[in-house]
Nanobody, 122 residues
Framework: VQLQASGGGLVQAGVSLRVSCAAS????????MGWFRQAPGKEREFVAG????????YYVDSVKGRFTISRDNDKNMVFLHMNSLKPEDTAVYYC????????????????WGKGTLVTVSS
């Protein structure tokens, strides 16, 4: 299984950005997906998750209403649309995957990709 995140960059506070994750080596539509982030000097934290059908999503409170996770099962990709970015959103963003037998957001993630850096300036 390979997961490759992309789309990070340096942006100003208040703008929008979309990060993407391309998955390969798996039957993508059977995997729940998640986005995590790790800010400098902090532990990695869960940001958002999506079930294999896309019908179930879950967000950490700090991004609710600003971030949206989505997926394209035909293209084996998952996205994180980030609106109204804040300096505290600065972090390396990672995508992760886990096989799910039910259409739920995974609680644990077995597969991880390399991250993409998002820097939000004030």
């Amino acid at each position: 299984v390979q997961l490759q995140a992309s789309g990070g960059g340096l942006v100003q506070a208040g703008v929008s950005l979309r990060v993407s994750c391309a998955a390969s080596g798996l039957t993508f539509r059977r995997y729940g997906m998640g986005w995590f982030r790790q800010a400098p000097g902090k532990e990695r934290e869960f940001v958002a998750g999506i079930s294999w059908s896309g019908s179930v999503t879950y967000y950490v409170d700090s991004v609710k209403g600003r971030f949206t996770i989505s997926r394209d099962n035909d293209k084996n990709m998952v996205f994180l649309h980030m609106n109204s970015l804040k300096p505290e959103d600065t972090a390396v963003y990672y995508c992760a995957a886990d096989l799910e037998t039910r259409d739920l957001v995974p609680r644990r993630y077995r597969y991880w990709g390399k991250g993409t850096l998002v820097t939000v300036s004030s």
